[in-house]
């Protein structure tokens, strides 16, 4: 006896505007560069920009993840910039650069078990544990630098593959890791048992624990795999910018929170909007867009900040108007 | 089998519950002492003012941010807001608007904002943390926008212009430590004293009681918004008096440090449950040990690590009691 079936027309299009909302602004987006003739669209640009997306896309990724939990890392950012860091010091040392580079990543995954220790084993909550992450790391960090910019000065051969080698002579390595590790992810959500459960898990720790699913355990693997994907964005980003500086990943951290919100209404066609991996990759690229959209017309940075902020916030009703209308949905349907 | 006496359990509980309760407090006594034997001008009434002076704009917003807490919400914004209203009210005083009408336009701001953020929280569900991390970015935009990402600055002044930020009274007391004080005892009043406060507690406590109660949530949360809004319209005032100048990069001195001082006050005096007299004495901590590590020549990072650790051992604290009332950041609709 619910009203799943006679729909009166404000909610059809209500419905209608929650869900191809995303695709709407897309759509605006792209009119709305092409019509002011920035030159987005040259193919120069477009490189740049899934680079860029390239970064912020295994950053939302990593935020996605630990969202889907049910928590917030706030930390992300910096913790990417974390692995940077220490890659770059390492490398201005002479260090060997597979040892730097594997030491960056272990950084990264340190920070993420760390924040994993507060949150799941004392039981800290998670914005309050990872805010305290972050301001920690941007201290740390500009220590380890010494408040300067850092940048290899005899950088050794092949440091800069990943960030700027084209294959082909036209696709950027770093695109290439980040779309084959957005279909890893995404196969792996829809495949795995242990996937599945961490969907379970984020829904309701409770009845997750009653069905005897190891919360802990789980939620564990989940922070190790953000540590992972965040260890990757350090890497790529030495690579890339070639320097480090303390405030670097900084812009990345709401355009990677709008991402992982973002991609939660995507290809879900009714079914419950939870973040996913495609959503996410793809709601990555869209503000990658964005961004460098903003850039090439040349506008200054505080219309990028306010416009994210605004979009951040209109993400976040949607998709909470969204998760109400299904809850509405699901009951009436009892 | 040994068998531990009940009145030695009981003596070690209370030794644990004073340690936590008052530990804050003890923690500056000490570390006050300690000072005052390295630097003989520590103890002095000018240095005692000077050291609250320091901290007076940061506890003014950390007893904003109490406010949502105790009500179980969050903001990330309210350095921001403070900000914004700074360069707004320098814009102002450019543009020769008096001086009066000046402040009350940028306390009204700051509320303003307060009630805006409240609206995607309290009347759709975003969850609190998220839609203040946005609206900050929003705020700190538009804040760039008017002073076009400078420090903005005016040739002259009306008179009476620093009486809130930089004027000393009496020949020791400075006019931001007034204020602080004044805000102190408005804010412990209306939390501890009055109906408005205990409903605040009790919508942050347990809301579904509160709601058969009869307390009417989503005005009490408007109201603790509001509270915050209003509170960092009045520091934006007090910072442009202070310092003369709108700098959009002023919110980063304010922002993590209010946050540290509102969860420790949480910790101390009263076992995980923010409150204001708490939130004040964890803000004369950070001035204390603040001033210390200057003292002893410790580089700039250090502070932030040192807050960084402060926070999150205070709040390891609050977690493991598990009397706490920090509510956790989760999509709950």
Not at chain 1, 121 to 142: N, Y
Request: glycine content about 8%.
């Amino acid at each position: 006896m619910g009203h799943s079936n006679s729909e009166t027309t404000k909610n059809k299009l209500s419905r209608m505007v929650l869900d191809y909302g995303v695709l709407f602004l897309a759509i605006t987006i792209f009119l709305f560069f092409i019509l002011a003739e920035s030159k987005v669209f040259h193919i120069e640009n477009l490189l740049t920009i899934l680079r860029q997306a390239s970064i912020l896309g295994l950053i939302s990724l990593a935020l996605m993840i630990t969202v889907i939990v049910g928590d917030f890392d706030i930390s992300v950012t910096f913790n990417a910039n974390f692995a940077c860091t220490i890659i770059v010091i390492l490398v201005l040392n002479n260090v060997n650069f597979p040892l730097a580079l594997l030491l960056g990543f272990l950084g990264s995954i340190l920070i993420s078990m760390i924040n994993c220790t507060m949150v799941v084993f004392v039981g800290l909550p998670s914005f309050v544990a990872t805010i305290g992450m972050k301001f920690f790391l941007e201290g740390l960090c500009r220590g380890m630098t010494e408040n300067k910019q850092l940048f290899p000065i005899n950088p050794p051969p092949g440091y800069f593959f990943i960030g700027r080698y084209l294959v082909f002579d036209f696709i950027p390595v770093q695109v290439i890791i980040f779309i084959v590790i957005t279909l890893l992810l995404t196969i792996y959500f829809r495949v795995s048992k242990r996937a599945r459960y961490i969907h379970a898990l984020g829904e309701s720790v409770e009845t997750a624990s009653h069905v005897g699913i190891h919360v802990k355990r789980l939620r564990f693997f989940a922070y190790l795999l953000s540590g992972i994907l965040l260890g990757l964005a350090g890497i790529i980003g030495s690579s890339m910018y070639g320097i480090t500086a303390s405030g670097m990943m900084e812009g990345y951290l709401i355009p990677a929170l709008t991402s992982a919100f973002l991609g939660a209404s995507f290809i879900r066609h009714g079914k419950k909007p939870i973040s996913n991996p495609p959503g996410t990759a793809l709601s990555a690229m869209i503000l990658a867009l964005l961004t460098n959209g903003f850039t090439m017309l040349g506008l200054p940075f505080y219309y990028k900040q306010t416009i994210e902020g605004c979009i951040l916030i209109g993400t976040m009703i949607m998709v909470t108007l969204l998760m109400k209308r299904h809850i509405q949905i699901k009951r009436q349907r009892l | 089998m040994k068998l531990t006496s009940l009145s030695a359990i009981k003596n070690q509980r209370l030794a644990q519950t004073i340690i936590i309760k008052y530990g804050v407090v003890i923690t500056t006594l000490i570390l006050f002492i300690i000072f005052s034997f390295v630097s003989p001008s520590f103890i002095t009434i000018k240095n005692i003012f000077n050291l609250i002076n320091n901290v007076a704009i940061t506890g003014i917003l950390a007893l904003g941010l109490t406010a949502v807490l105790i009500v179980g919400e969050y903001d990330i914004s309210f350095a921001a807001n403070a900000t914004i209203c700074s360069i707004i009210s320098i814009a102002l005083l450019r543009l020769n608007v008096p001086l009066v009408p000046t402040w009350l336009i940028v306390v009204f701001t700051g509320l303003f904002i307060g009630f805006v953020n409240s609206l995607s929280i309290i009347y759709i569900g975003v969850p609190s943390f998220v839609s203040t991390v946005g609206m900050m970015s929003i705020i700190l935009g538009l804040a760039n926008t008017i002073s076009k990402g400078a420090v903005i600055s005016s040739p002259r002044f009306p008179p009476g212009f620093t009486v809130l930020g930089r004027q000393i009274f009496w020949g020791v007391v400075p006019s931001s430590v007034i204020w602080f004080a004044i805000i102190t005892i408005l804010m412990i009043y209306l939390l501890e004293y009055t109906v408005i406060g205990r409903e605040m507690y009790a919508v942050g406590g347990n809301k579904e009681a509160a709601i058969r109660v009869g307390i009417n949530v989503k005005r009490i949360k408007l109201l603790a918004f509001i509270i915050i809004g209003f509170l960092s319209g009045v520091c934006g005032a007090i910072i442009g008096s202070r310092y003369g100048a709108g700098n959009p990069r002023i919110e980063t001195s304010f922002q993590f440090p209010s946050i540290v001082a509102a969860f420790m006050g949480a910790v101390s005096l009263r076992e995980g449950l923010p409150n204001p007299t708490g939130t004040v004495t964890a803000v004369l901590l950070i001035s204390v040990i603040q001033n210390g590590l200057v003292l002893i020549g410790a580089p700039l990072f250090i502070k932030e690590m040192t807050l960084g650790i402060l926070m999150l051992f205070s709040v390891t604290i609050v977690a493991s009691m598990k009397n706490g009332n920090i509510s956790s950041v989760t999509m709950n609709f």
